[in-house]
Nanobody, 117 residues
Framework: QVQLVESGGGLVQPGGSLRLSCAAS????????MNWYRQVSGKQRELVAP???????SFVKAAQGRFTFSRDITKNTFYLQMNNLKPEDTAVYYC???????????WGQGTQVTVSS
């Protein structure tokens, strides 16, 4: 029912930055979870930027201090700011959300991030 549309991926040099966007089809004020995952080809998807309704956020260790989460309620959009990108960050990135009173999980279509080496 909820649709998440991602944008902002691309090709960057090591040390560069990107901001990923996840635009939702309804108000994100109803969301109990907003998360970012990434998946390298042939490997498991990993959680890189989770956030709860209490505002607690964590990252995979390799991303700590480099990736930050934000949101814009008026635009029904949340973001992942990625700085000091490394070749190891190359992956398809997915946004993910859950909402209050809904047991379903919602996923974006994925956006490719490629960091040259």
């Amino acid at each position: 029912q909820v649709q998440l549309v991602e944008s902002g991926g691309g090709l960057v040099q090591p040390g560069g930055s990107l901001r990923l966007s996840c635009a939702a089809s309804e108000s994100i004020r109803s969301f109990s979870e907003m998360n970012w995952y990434r998946q390298v080809s042939g490997k498991q998807r990993e959680l890189v930027a989770p956030i709860t309704t209490s505002g607690n956020t964590s990252f995979v260790k390799a991303a700590q201090g480099r990736f930050t989460f934000s949101r814009d309620i008026t635009k029904n959009t949340f973001y992942l700011q990625m700085n000091n990108l490394k070749p190891e960050d190359t992956a398809v990135y997915y946004c993910h959300a859950r909402r209050v009173g809904d047991l379903r999980h919602y996923w974006g279509q994925g956006t490719q991030v490629t960091v040259s080496s």
